[in-house]
C-alpha cells in the first residue's frame, strides 16, 4: 500500500527565510507523487507532481520539490517565503492502477512571521 | 471558466438524518471523485467515478453512496448520519481517470453533524 508521511504539522518561518515542508513516501513500486496547498475555506490546489521524469520538479508560486529515490522523500522548498504562502500544505502519491486516486498525509500548517 | 461547483457550501443536519451533495464538474471533465476532510486530517478518498461507472472506492461504510450523471455531474449521498460524518466533503474533476490526471478540487461542502 501506498502512503506519505509529512513531518512537523506545524512549520515557522520568517518572512524572505527558506521554506522546507518534509514529506517521505512509503511504495512498492515506483509512486506518482504530489503537493497541494489548501488555503482557509477552500480547497485543495496544485503546486506540483512527479511522475517519473525529471527528479527536479518545478511548480508553481516559486516552489519546487526533489524526488530521491534512496531517501525515499519528496521534500518541498521555496527558498523566500512571502506571507501569503501562509496556508496548509499536503503531500499525496497515486498508486499504479488507482487512477487518480490520492492517499494524502496528514498535512503542515506553515505559517509566515514578519 | 468555471470550475468544480459543490452545494451547499454549509449544512447542519441531525444524527440519524440522510444528505446529498452535489458535484459539478469542470466543463469537459468525465471523472469525478469525492474526498472526506475530518478536521486537522488530510483529505480521505471515498469515491471516484469516470463515464458513469464507478472506479474506486475507499475504505467507507455502506452509509455512503454516489453517483455520476449524464451530464458528469455527481452525488454524494451519506445516510443514518453519525456525529463523526461532521467534516469539509471534497469533489475532484478530472479529464479522466488516469494516474498522472491533474485532479481540481472544489471548494467543499462543510456538513455539521448535531
Known amino acids: 500500500a501506498q502512503s506519505v508521511t509529512q513531518l512537523g504539522s506545524h512549520v515557522s518561518v520568517s518572512e524572505g527565510a527558506l521554506v522546507l515542508l518534509r514529506c517521505n513516501y512509503s511504495?512498492?513500486?515506483?509512486?506518482?507523487l504530489f503537493w497541494y496547498v489548501q488555503y482557509p475555506n477552500q480547497g485543495l490546489q496544485l503546486l506540483l507532481k512527479y511522475t517519473s521524469a525529471a527528479t527536479l520538479v518545478k511548480g508553481i508560486n516559486g516552489f519546487e520539490a526533489e524526488f530521491k529515490k534512496s531517501e525515499t522523500s519528496f521534500h518541498l522548498t521555496k527558498p523566500s517565503a512571502h506571507m501569503s504562502d501562509a496556508a496548509e500544505y499536503f503531500c499525496?502519491?497515486?498508486?499504479?492502477?488507482?487512477?487518480?486516486?490520492?492517499?494524502f498525509g496528514t498535512g503542515t500548517q506553515l505559517k509566515v512571521e514578519l | 471558466d468555471a470550475g468544480v461547483t459543490q452545494s451547499p457550501t454549509h449544512l447542519i443536519k441531525t444524527r440519524g438524518q440522510h444528505v446529498t451533495l452535489r458535484c459539478s464538474p469542470i466543463s469537459g471533465h468525465k471523472s469525478v471523485s469525492w474526498y472526506q476532510q475530518v478536521l486537522g486530517q488530510g483529505p480521505q478518498f471515498i469515491f471516484q467515478?469516470?463515464?458513469?461507472?464507478?472506479?474506486g472506492r475507499g475504505n467507507f461504510p455502506d452509509r455512503f453512496s454516489a453517483r455520476q450523471f449524464p451530464n458528469y455531474s455527481s452525488e454524494l449521498n451519506v445516510n443514518a448520519l453519525l456525529l463523526g460524518d461532521s467534516a469539509l466533503y471534497l469533489c475532484?474533476?478530472?479529464?479522466?481517470?488516469?494516474?498522472?490526471?491533474?485532479?481540481?478540487f472544489g471548494q467543499g461542502t462543510r456538513l455539521t453533524v448535531v
Open positions: 511504495s512498492s513500486v515506483p509512486p506518482y
Open positions: 467515478y469516470y463515464e458513469k461507472e464507478e472506479r
Open positions: 499525496a502519491v497515486s498508486r499504479p492502477g488507482g487512477g487518480n486516486k490520492l492517499t
Open positions: 475532484a474533476s478530472s479529464l479522466w481517470a488516469g494516474r498522472d490526471t491533474e485532479a481540481f
